[in-house]
């Protein structure tokens, strides 16, 4: 496999501060993408910068909360600004609430958290980087990250955040058909657990979920982040040239 796929690219990143968004941005850099990552908080956004830069490769961050429609369009425009273009976009900004709570009892400031982030946070992200890829001599590829919850399997207590990524799967395959005429190929990658505070039960440590998901997981274990961002790599490439409304799944078998 090359280690340039991205070579001369520039790819946007949202919820790139953190564990999956990180380790996405870091593998595009890594093959030579330069990388615009965003999130609501600026020190996480910088880690991430500062981790890339050390590896030699080429990052600028940007604070913006993407279930703001104008904040997802000044991360586009930040990337064209500084790189001249907006060759890759991966939208892997999300947030779980109300984790435990049976569907009566969902707090509906959880319910309206997740739509506005999972769901119209992506909306917001797919409709900037579609207004500026689709003017593009090569169009662009998105790549959206949503989960083997919701559109593939479902888990007591964690159904609001089921259905926000079910509406994120909807969305890409939607979006996929309406603008790969238009040179933008869209996918989506849905990770199961991960090594991310994010997949562990509450309270849980990483050693704890490992003995748990030993009996929870066909593979025995969980996916890494570098796992699942190599297939967003993948997606995202022209290896995948005829990859258009994909949902790969990634979670060790649980779905199959």
């Known amino acids: 496999m090359s280690r340039t796929r991205f070579s001369g690219r520039t ?3 949202t919820g790139g501060g953190s564990g999956l968004g990180r ?3 870091r593998a595009l850099a890594e093959e030579g993408a330069q990388v615009v990552v965003t999130g609501r908080s600026a020190a996480p956004l ?3 910068v500062a981790l890339i830069e050390a590896a030699g490769g ?5 604070v913006a909360d993407v279930s703001r429609a104008e904040e997802a369009t000044a991360a586009v425009r930040t990337a064209v600004d500084r790189f001249g273009s907006l060759d890759v976009a991966v939208n892997a900004a999300g947030i779980i609430r109300g984790a435990g709570t049976a569907v009566g009892d969902l707090p ?3 319910w309206h958290a997740l739509l506005d982030t999972n769901v119209t946070g992506v909306l917001h992200s797919l409709q900037a980087e579609i207004a500026q890829m689709r003017g ?12 083997n919850l919701g559109p593939h399997a479902s888990r007591r207590g ?4 089921a259905v926000s990524k079910a509406a994120v799967s909807a969305l890409t395959r939607g979006a996929a058909l309406d603008h790969i005429a238009e040179g933008v190929r869209i996918n989506a990658v849905s990770p199961g657990p991960i090594g991310t505070a994010m997949s562990r039960h509450p309270g849980e440590s990483a050693a704890e979920q490992a003995v748990r998901m030993k009996e929870e997981s066909p593979l025995g274990r969980v996916s890494t982040t570098d796992e699942v961002a190599a297939a967003v790599l993948y997606l995202a490439s022209a290896d995948a040239a005829s990859a258009v409304g994909t949902d790969l799944v990634i979670d060790g078998g649980a779905s199959a």
């Open 46 to 48: 910088d880690e991430t």
């Open 11 to 13: 790819a946007l990143v």
């Open 108 to 110: 509906r400031d959880d």
């Open 158 to 161: 964690l159904t609001g955040y």
């Open 23 to 25: 380790a996405i941005a």
């Open 136 to 147: 593009q001599a090569d169009g662009g590829a998105i790549v959206n990250v949503s989960s």
């Open 58 to 62: 080429t990052a600028v961050a940007q």
